[in-house]
């Protein structure tokens, strides 16, 4: 078995019932606009069902880590995570 190359960033965002009242179509729309603008190509969006903290929503997990309540200007800071865990 073999590590993926070109994936090396996973961004699962929850689109369930709860995460969509808390607005994460807007929130999944601009972080995709966003990394096509930063052209970051090692990186993947992944729509999840719900995640079970719909009250803490929207709920995204970048590499791993959970986030809560997360939105549009959190985008730098969220991106910047994947900077970092880069090297
Ligand atoms: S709807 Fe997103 S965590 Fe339940």
């Keep these: ?3 993926a190359q070109t994936q090396k960033h ?3 965002i929850c689109t369930g019932k709860d995460c969509k009242k808390n607005g994460c179509e807007g929130l999944k729309s601009d972080l995709k ?3 096509k603008n ?4 090692t990186a993947r969006l992944i729509k999840t069902k719900c995640m ?3 009250k803490l929503g929207p709920n995204l997990v ?3 880590e959970l986030l809560h309540d997360c939105k549009s200007e959190d985008i730098p800071a969220i991106l910047e995570r994947l ?3 880069k090297s």
């Design 33 to 35: 606009q966003s990394l």
């Design 10 to 12: 996973h961004i699962f």
């Design 1 to 3: 078995m073999k590590p």
């Design 38 to 41: 930063r052209n970051i190509k």
């Design 62 to 64: 970048v590499n791993g």
């Design 83 to 85: 900077e970092i865990q």
């Design 52 to 54: 079970d903290y719909c």
